[in-house]
């Protein structure tokens, strides 16, 4: 339910509904310069400056308050935001995470197992950590995906999208963590998976595209299968309520990143 744009000048603007972000100005004296990065959740936002530190404002309890991690939040590379949490990687691989314990602010049950992390993603109540060696490391909650040991064996070899381009899904079924219907068209050829809450869409090295999930959410693409065929090279882009055409900014003087919370 609000925004936050990061100007070229590296400060912030924020609006919308002030509880869930839409107000900074508790913490806008360190919002006028350095932010490189925004990432937003649904009642908060955390940004990162150049100096690797890390910022955040909105409801408390969904990583708007990240004082009992304070200290850990330096050297910042990455922040990934679920519904109510927020991870950090840290240039040195670690991961630090804050917000609603449920949903995944609380990592302790696999600390020992977040070190050499590449990249995390996250869904609506989990997160997932991509390491160095290719391996999977998933928490939060259990039934959206925090649980990945019915498929442990299977996320060794390049996480999600496995080196050999055939896709691995796991956490409520009807959410896309049952990819089974779709399962003969995600053995090869994957090159990128995006979500959003409740469906998955896949991009085939081909430029086709393969969605499952809750139909409603995306999960069905069958009224535009036309449109998603082989021969170009489509992006995907995952929705968070609004949509932005880019195309006409490349002109542009000043440069300005949106980021959406709610």
Do not use: Y
Request: hydrophobic share 45%; with cysteine.
């Amino acid at each position: 339910m609000a925004f936050a744009a990061i100007k070229g000048d590296g400060s912030v603007v924020t609006w919308g509904e002030a509880d869930w972000g839409g107000d900074s100005s508790a913490v806008a004296p360190l919002l006028t310069e350095g932010v490189v990065q925004v990432c937003g959740n649904a009642m908060a936002f955390a940004a990162i400056k150049a100096d690797g530190s890390v910022v955040t404002w909105g409801v408390a309890g969904c990583g708007g308050d990240f004082s009992a991690v304070a200290p850990l939040l330096t050297g910042v590379v990455q922040v990934c935001g679920n519904a109510m949490a927020f991870a950090a990687i840290k240039a040195d691989g670690s991961v630090v995470t804050w917000g609603n314990a449920a949903c995944g602010g609380d990592s302790s049950a696999v600390a020992p197992l977040l070190t050499g992390v590449v990249q995390v993603c996250a869904n609506i109540q989990a997160f997932a950590a991509i390491k160095e060696d290719g391996s999977v490391v998933t928490w939060g909650e259990a039934g959206c995906g925090g649980d990945s040991s019915a498929v442990a064996p299977l996320l060794t070899d390049g996480g999600v999208v496995q080196a050999d381009g055939s896709v691995v899904t796991w956490g409520d079924a009807g959410c896309g963590g049952d990819s089974s219907a779709v399962a003969p068209l995600l053995t090869e050829g994957v090159v990128q998976v995006c979500s959003n809450e409740r469906a998955f869409a896949a991009l085939k090295a081909d430029g086709s595209v393969v969605t499952w999930g809750n139909a409603a959410c995306g999960g069905d693409s069958s009224a535009v299968a036309p449109l998603l065929t082989k021969g170009h090279r489509p992006s995907l882009l995952k929705s968070t309520g609004c949509l932005i055409n880019f195309s006409k900014l490349s002109q542009a003087k000043t440069q300005i990143s949106l980021h959406a919370a709610g």
